[in-house]
């Protein structure tokens, strides 16, 4: 830890922390920026990297024992952190482990019984109802790399880098997300906000998730009870921390799974910029789609065709890409309410041509 002097109002956990013999070194007055995708954010007063579940757990059951507000932060790939930072302690999940523990085939490593599912899940795109029972196979077309593949079951970590893991798989021939190719964040992020690729969604891989109340207690939730939704989760409500999840991929085609993978990278290479955030906005309404006559319901399209607003509004050291109309680049000097103007400038287009309320989809922590 380092000498800067701690403010009172966090001696207690400062002490606590250290007597819990945490391993990780608490920082003091950390930059955030770094730990995000845009490169922006102040400073947290304590900031903890967090490497294993014992320090997750010890480390939010400190916080709220002590009264210090706290926050988990995965890849920083959604998050707006305001330039006055953040009051309290920052938690940033780098607990990274992954097993495989089982697979349809019955060759269950840890002895675990998977019950069945039988639940329905709508895909937003298509409107096609896809069942969710642990051995059925929704991939109904022969060339899908997963159709009527053997089912893998692993145990992944919250802090896991899901670029890292879809990579990992594949190169040990597992297979299933491979439209997920190039999208950022942690494991936790993603089941947080239901991370989704084309016509999937995070939660269609899920089995259960394994989380922490605020008062320490463990909670174990099947897929059917984590009411996954379009960007969201059961999360959004509830304030745990999500530890850990088992999660089912294939033993597919694995060769035309990669080659999927480096479409959808080489696609989004085109079409994304990685100094971002992600969207910014939701899609919009099906009333305000139709009102409008938009042929999309996607703010990028508005943004681009409507408003034909590509590549301009600087603020500072942001603006609207020109590869992407709901995304914002930020060149390293950008501020958050540099980022926040451009956000507002885009809000009031909107409104005063169409009548429409945008509402963000990216998630603001901190002071502004
Ligand atoms: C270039 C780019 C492309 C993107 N493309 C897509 C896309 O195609 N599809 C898509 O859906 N999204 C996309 N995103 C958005 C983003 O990658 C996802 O929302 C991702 O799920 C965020 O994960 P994260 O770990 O970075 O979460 P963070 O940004 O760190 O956090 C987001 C929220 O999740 C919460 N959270 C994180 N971990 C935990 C945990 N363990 N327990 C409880 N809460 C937690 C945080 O507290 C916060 O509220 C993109 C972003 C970028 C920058």
């Keep these: 830890?380092?000498?800067?002097?701690?403010?009172?109002?966090?001696?207690?956990?400062?002490?606590?922390?250290?007597?819990?013999?945490?391993?990780?070194?608490?920082?003091?007055?950390?930059?955030?920026?770094?730990?995000?995708?845009?490169?922006?954010?102040?400073?947290?007063?304590?900031?903890?990297?967090?490497?294993?579940?014992?320090?997750?757990?010890?480390?939010?059951?400190?916080?709220?024992?002590?009264?210090?507000?706290?926050?988990?932060?995965?890849?920083?790939?959604?998050?707006?952190?305001?330039?006055?930072?953040?009051?309290?302690?920052?938690?940033?999940?780098?607990?990274?482990?992954k097993s495989i523990i089982g697979d349809s085939a019955g060759n269950d490593n840890e002895q675990i019984e998977y019950q069945a599912l039988h639940g329905r899940w709508q895909d937003h795109v298509t409107g096609v109802f896809r069942h969710t029972a642990v051995h059925f196979h929704y991939y109904?077309?022969?060339?899908?790399?997963?159709?009527?593949?053997?089912?893998?079951?692993?145990?992944?970590?919250s802090g896991y880098s899901m670029a890292s893991?879809?990579?990992?798989?594949?190169?040990?021939?597992?297979?299933?997300?491979?439209?997920?190719?190039?999208?950022?964040?942690?494991?936790?992020?993603?089941?947080?906000?239901n991370t989704h690729g084309h016509t999937q969604f995070m939660g269609d891989f899920i089995m259960e998730v394994r989380s922490m109340t605020l008062d320490g207690k463990i909670i174990i939730r099947q897929w059917n009870e984590l009411d996954f939704g379009y960007d969201q989760s059961i999360f959004h409500q509830n304030n745990e921390v999500i530890l850990d999840s088992t999660i089912r991929m294939f033993k597919g085609n694995a060769q035309v799974a990669r080659k999927i993978s480096i479409e959808v990278m080489k696609n989004k290479l085109l079409r994304q910029p990685s100094n971002s955030g992600g969207c910014v906005f939701h899609n919009v309404t099906a009333e305000e789609k139709e009102q409008n006559q938009f042929e999309s319901d996607a703010v990028g399209y508005i943004v681009d065709k409507k408003l034909g607003w590509l590549g301009t509004n600087k603020v500072g050291g942001?603006?609207?890409?020109?590869?992407?109309?709901?995304?914002?680049?930020?060149?390293?000097?950008?501020?958050a309410q540099d980022i926040l103007s451009v956000m507002d400038a885009i809000r009031k287009e909107c409104k005063s041509r169409f009548n429409v309320e945008l509402r963000e989809e990216i998630f603001r922590v901190g002071e502004f």
């Design 165 to 193: 893991l879809i990579r990992e798989m594949l190169d040990m021939g597992i297979t299933g997300m491979e439209k997920f190719a190039r999208i950022p964040g942690t494991l936790g992020g993603w089941i947080y906000n």
């Design 140 to 157: 109904s077309d022969e060339t899908d790399p997963n159709f009527n593949a053997e089912q893998i079951f692993l145990r992944v970590s």
């Design 318 to 335: 942001a603006w609207i890409s020109s590869k992407h109309g709901n995304f914002i680049e930020t060149d390293g000097t950008a501020t």
């Design 1 to 97: 830890m380092s000498d800067i002097n701690v403010s009172l109002s966090y001696t207690s956990l400062v002490s606590a922390i250290q007597k819990a013999r945490i391993s990780e070194e608490l920082l003091l007055g950390e930059p955030l920026g770094k730990y995000t995708t845009w490169r922006v954010g102040g400073l947290a007063d304590l900031f903890i990297e967090a490497k294993s579940i014992d320090s997750i757990q010890k480390l939010v059951a400190l916080a709220v024992e002590h009264s210090v507000p706290h926050f988990v932060l995965g890849g920083g790939s959604n998050v707006l952190i305001g330039d006055k930072g953040f009051r309290g302690l920052v938690i940033k999940n780098g607990y990274c482990e």
